[in-house]
């Protein structure tokens, strides 16, 4: 079993930043993937960004060249930080930690943009 903890997050005036922070526990032999996803209202989940254990990177267009993702391997942490933010940013964000043969989410955390 996996348990994903996020925290960060909150009302956030637009261009402001927001750090995103998640930690994996719980009884695993390894996660190959950790990354973050969002929800906005009335839309459906979509990539944010994802770290794999070799640092490669995968950035979603709506946030690319002002977000950055970082993970510790060795903690099984995970944060991610978008700058300049964007009411269009706004949305709950989960963390995400894919194994070999399974995927967990957290539970979410809102991010508020307000103009």
């Known amino acids: 079993q996996v348990q994903l903890v996020e925290s960060g997050g909150g009302l956030v005036q637009a261009g402001g930043s927001v750090r995103l922070s998640c930690t994996a526990s719980?009884?695993?032999?390894?996660?190959?993937?950790m990354g973050w996803y969002r929800q906005p209202p009335g839309k459906q989940r979509e990539l944010v960004a994802r770290?794999?254990?070799?640092?490669?990177?995968v950035y979603a267009n709506s946030v690319k060249g002002r977000s950055t993702i970082s993970r510790d391997n060795a903690k099984n942490t995970v944060n991610l930080q978008i700058d300049s933010l964007k009411p269009e940013d706004t949305a709950v964000y989960f963390c995400?930690?894919?194994?070999?043969?399974?995927?967990?989410w957290g539970q979410g955390t809102q991010v508020s943009v307000s103009s």
């Open positions: 995400y930690a894919s194994l070999a043969q399974s995927a967990h």
């Open positions: 719980g009884t695993f032999f390894s996660i190959t993937t």
């Open positions: 770290r794999t254990t070799d640092g490669s990177t």
